[in-house]
């Protein structure tokens, strides 16, 4: 069974850095490629950064380029996402995602990742 779990959200101020993490079950880490969405409140849920199985092919959405930085730690099952320079707009529910099926282009597997987290919040107060 795949399963990703998320962990490191929380609230900080504008300007502010939080590290996300995520663990995937079992030896299938490397065969997979990870990443993250968000969702606020009201709105869709919207691709924000992925990296390939190999860890060579990485992918950000236009709004976090300079201030995201997605990495995976082959020896800890464990994909991070450092989030620097946060806006209160970012304000959201940060899910992990897996899937080994979909390229790296419009927003990577959309609303059809293989598997997902069960989310963490990430408040950025004003």
């Known amino acids: 069974q795949v399963q990703p779990v998320d962990s490191g959200g929380g609230l900080v101020q504008a300007g502010g850095s939080l590290r996300l993490s995520c663990a995937l079950s079992?030896?299938?880490?490397?065969?997979?490629?990870m990443g993250w969405f968000r969702q606020a409140p009201g709105k869709e849920r919207e691709f924000v950064a992925a990296?390939?199985?190999?860890?060579?092919?990485?992918y950000y959405a236009d709004s976090v380029k300079g201030r995201f930085t997605i990495s995976r730690d082959i020896n800890k099952n464990t994909v991070f996402l450092q989030m620097n320079s946060l806006k209160p707009e970012e304000t959201a529910v940060y899910y992990c995602?897996?899937?080994?099926?979909?390229?790296?282009?419009?927003?990577?597997?959309?609303?059809?990742?293989?598997?997902w987290g069960q989310g963490g919040h990430v408040a950025v107060a004003s």
């Open positions: 995602a897996a899937d080994r099926a979909s390229a790296f282009v419009n927003n990577w597997c959309g609303i059809y990742c293989g598997y």
């Open positions: 990296i390939s199985r190999s860890g060579g092919n990485i």
């Open positions: 079992g030896r299938t880490f490397s065969s997979y490629d």
